[in-house]
């Protein structure tokens, strides 16, 4: 192998990606983009929920509970209604999520110690928020009750609480629950998927659309110096691009970076290989620029979206859905990724994801490798 026949090809590839436009906004602008569009558009976190309120009683005691509603950042009383009908009409509008309906006994049943059941009504058109709202729901309603239970109790002289089961909560590497922590660095193996995928597989497909492939195969240059002396040009380029991700993601959108730095780096290395040679071996395969960015776009932003762990859970999905994650090199690098960010996992323990990432590597870089040859037809 030539480094100069190397490094003339790599040249030639830089003032490629130089010249075309498309190929700058995607290397520059478009990780930036994807990234503060998941950031900022796909959050999970259910907050400030509107419900209606169709209080019967009208007392004291059911504006204390209203007002227990209103104390958390989950719920807005948006509005108190006079009936059913109105309740109703608000969910349907889709001006409420959540009705909550307090009985005309409210107060008498709390004063002789019977049992109170308070309605929510929900909009389950979003399973995952209305599962959510009635979990904030039974809190406050939960909590309202022990402050009852507690005033009753004080009431009848007596100081201490009576023995209770009681769960204490700790949460670790997401202390804060918040979405963004755990999507943002999935964001990076997709954008990572998208772009050098996308990229790579152009550069075979251009030079047989624009005609010069001949005049590339009648020099002395080998078909491994043509393939490493444009795959490496995307390959610095994809790596800048995981450097300012990782660096808008910790500075930007405050997620924690508790692993190492390095693990990192070798981890994206792999992965940027991986994408690559993917892209590699479509562009020998696809013959023109617009077939080959279609399969890349099929073969890493569906699968690297929907089937990585990124942002649904692969332990939820039906059993083949899960053996068939296995064979899509996202899902260990998402998993990788979440590790070092959150739980700054060693590399002593990311092995389970690392080998097959290992694997997936060795296995398309030799793939790619063995795909093109100099010849024409």
Same mark, same amino acid.
């Given at each position: 192998m030539s480094l100069t026949r190397f490094l003339a090809v790599a040249k030639k590839e830089i003032v490629q990606?130089?010249?075309?436009?498309?190929?700058?906004?995607?290397?520059?602008?478009? *990780?930036?983009?994807?990234?503060?569009?998941?950031?900022?558009?796909?959050?999970?976190?259910?907050?400030?929920?509107?419900? =209606?309120?169709?209080?019967?009683e009208g007392s004291q005691k059911s504006q204390d509970l209203l007002k227990h509603f209103q104390a958390t950042q989950y719920f807005d009383v948006v509005q108190v209604v006079n009936g059913y009908p109105e309740l109703k009409h608000a969910l349907d509008a889709g001006d409420a999520r959540m009705g909550i309906v307090i *009985?005309?006994?409210?107060?008498?049943?709390?004063?002789?110690?019977?049992?109170?059941?308070?309605?929510?009504?929900?909009?389950?058109?979003?399973?995952?928020?209305?599962?959510?709202?009635?979990?904030?729901?039974?809190?406050?309603?939960?909590? =309202?009750?022990?402050?009852?239970?507690?005033?009753?109790?004080?009431?009848?002289?007596?100081?201490?609480?009576?023995?209770?089961?009681?769960?204490?909560?700790?949460?670790?590497?997401?202390?804060?629950?918040?979405?963004?922590?755990?999507i943002i660095p999935g964001v990076l193996a997709l954008v990572m998927s998208v772009i050098g995928t996308f990229l790579s597989s152009l550069t075979i497909a251009r030079e047989w659309e624009r005609g010069t492939m001949e005049q590339l195969i009648s020099t002395p240059v080998s078909s491994l110096e043509i393939m490493l002396g444009k795959l490496v040009p995307y390959f610095a380029i994809g790596m800048f691009d995981v450097i300012i991700c990782a660096l808008l993601a910790i500075y930007w959108f405050q997620v924690p970076f508790r692993g190492s730095f390095m693990t990192l780096i070798v981890s994206s290395v792999m992965f940027m290989i991986v994408v690559l040679s993917m892209g590699f071996f479509i562009s020998v395969i696809a013959k023109t620029q617009l077939a080959a960015s279609q399969i890349a776009l099929l073969a890493t932003f569906l699968p690297a979206f929907l089937l990585s762990g990124?942002?649904?859970?692969?332990?939820?999905?039906?059993?083949?859905?899960?053996?068939?994650?296995?064979?899509?090199?996202?899902? =260990?690098?998402?998993?990788?990724?979440?590790?070092?960010?959150?739980?700054?996992? *060693?590399?002593?323990?990311? =092995?389970?994801?690392?080998? *097959?990432?290992?694997?997936?590597?060795?296995?398309?870089?030799?793939?790619?490798?063995?795909?093109?040859?100099k010849r024409l037809g």
């Open positions: 990606v130089l010249r075309d436009s498309r190929s700058l906004i995607i290397v520059l602008i478009m *990780p930036v983009i994807l990234l503060m569009l998941f950031g900022y558009g796909v959050n999970l976190d259910q907050k400030h929920i509107p419900i =209606y309120v169709y209080d019967q *009985p005309w006994d409210f107060s008498s049943r709390l004063y002789e110690g019977r049992p109170v059941m308070i309605q929510a009504l929900v909009d389950a058109t979003d399973d995952n928020t209305a599962n959510v709202a009635i979990g904030y729901a039974q809190a406050v309603v939960q909590g =309202y009750s022990s402050a009852i239970q507690l005033d009753w109790l004080r009431s009848q002289g007596q100081t201490a609480r009576p023995a209770s089961v009681t769960v204490q909560t700790r949460t670790w590497y997401n202390e804060d629950l918040e979405s963004s922590a755990f990124f942002l649904f859970a692969i332990e939820q999905m039906p059993v083949v859905l899960q053996w068939i994650t296995r064979i899509i090199p996202a899902r =260990y690098y998402v998993s990788v990724l979440k590790d070092i960010f959150l739980k700054g996992s *060693p590399s002593t323990l990311l =092995y389970a994801d690392l080998v *097959p990432l290992a694997v997936f590597t060795v296995v398309l870089a030799a793939l790619a490798t063995r795909s093109f040859h």
